[in-house]
């Protein structure tokens, strides 16, 4: 490129920036359309990158994306208050200080991505998301970054498989004869075995399709099929939770065990306890049997003696009785008389004896 040319383009830029700097602090409108286009208060004016101040967050764009920059004349003066910004000379240097925080890769479209900045290298920039893993994002190819609010599932600390490489070629190298993703959407996304060729040329082969790509060109490439990372969670924590269902059924099934444990006792025990009560019952039953048995037996003994007794004393008194028969007692009575009879002339004649004696 000659000196004239690098005059005229250095010229162009000067004259570029002078007109951005003339609409800081005002309503400008970034894109006419499309996902990129913003509205907002236009923060600051940088080397390679311009901050726009949207209603809730910071826009960071990256002025080589920048097709257009519209002022609007009604709304000239804004309150709009500036938030806090990192203090960063160009885009590179910008993204550095958004690491380890929740960011977004552009405002729409198929290359826009929601996830924390794990590593940054010369040309290329690591992702952590939630749905394809790390994604390795070209610089050149992104076109605004904005802080995210941090509501992803991903992890605080950097991911294992992250490759800490220095750019964006070693990369390349370091994902070879591997399955990646080229690209997150549109014409250009693509899925396959990453081979390595000469001449900093790589070979993409999918099935019977042989594809020569260019790592520049590239947007974006993630090791393994889209969205493999998102599916691989589902089923760890289906795994999950199958496992804290078999741990609550095993709960469950050992609580219902230890229940028909302690019913079963219960059931053994108080079929112990009605057994011992039937026996002890049957015995005390026994023993009244027995108790009645021996009052019976007793009573009958007694009656038996009683009523031995009272036989002998029948028969006594019937011998008495049979004694005291008619013929026996008029003989006696006749005895009697007799005997009667008998004392009454002895007295009489005893009487006279001694009455005669006397006088």
């Known amino acids: 490129m000659s000196k004239r040319r690098k005059k005229y383009h250095s010229n162009d830029e000067i004259s570029y920036y002078n007109f951005l700097h003339s609409m800081k602090d005002k309503i400008v409108t970034v894109y006419r359309g499309g996902p990129e286009s913003k509205k907002g208060k236009l923060a600051a004016v940088k080397s390679d990158y311009i901050a726009l101040q949207a209603e809730k967050k910071i826009i960071y764009y990256q002025l080589d994306h920048v097709k257009s920059i519209t002022e609007d004349t ?5 309150t709009i208050e500036t938030e ?6 160009d885009f590179h240097s910008l993204i550095g200080q958004l690491m380890n925080q929740s960011v977004q890769f552009n405002q729409g479209g198929p290359e826009s991505k929601k996830g924390r900045l794990v590593w940054l290298g010369d040309d290329y920039a690591a992702l952590n998301t939630s749905e394809d893993g790390v994604v390795y994002f070209n610089i050149h190819h992104i076109k605004s970054i904005s802080k995210h609010d941090p509501d992803l599932k991903t992890e605080e600390q950097t991911p294992a498989g992250v490759l800490e490489a220095d750019d964006l070629s070693e990369v390349f190298k370091s994902l070879t004869h591997k399955w990646v993703s080229i690209n997150r959407g549109g014409p250009e996304a693509i899925e396959g075995i990453l081979v390595d060729n000469a001449d900093g040329h790589y070979t993409l082969v999918k099935n019977q399709e042989v594809l020569r790509i260019y790592p520049f060109h590239i947007k974006s490439i993630s090791l393994g099929p889209k969205g493999s990372h998102k599916k691989e969670d589902q089923k760890n924590e289906q795994n999950q939770e199958d496992n804290n269902d078999k741990d609550s059924s095993s709960f469950i099934s050992s609580k219902s065990s230890k229940r028909s444990l302690k019913s079963s006792d219960y059931q053994s025990s108080k079929s112990g306890r009605s057994s011992r009560s039937k026996s002890s019952s049957k015995s005390s039953k026994r023993s009244l ?12 003994s007694s009656r038996s003696k009683s009523s031995s007794k009272s036989s002998k004393r029948s028969s006594k008194s019937s011998d008495y009785q049979s004694s005291r028969s008619p013929g026996y007692s008029s003989s ?10 008998y004392s009454y002339e002895t ?5 006279d004896y001694h009455w005669k004696r006397k006088f």
């Open 74 to 78: 009604n709304n000239s003066t804004t």
């Open 84 to 89: 806090e910004m990192p203090d960063a000379d």
């Open 289 to 300: 049997k027995s108790s009645d048995y021996q009052s019976s037996k007793s009573g009958r």
């Open 332 to 341: 006696l009575k006749s005895s009697g008389k007799q005997k009667e009879d």
């Open 347 to 351: 007295i009489v004649r005893t009487i």
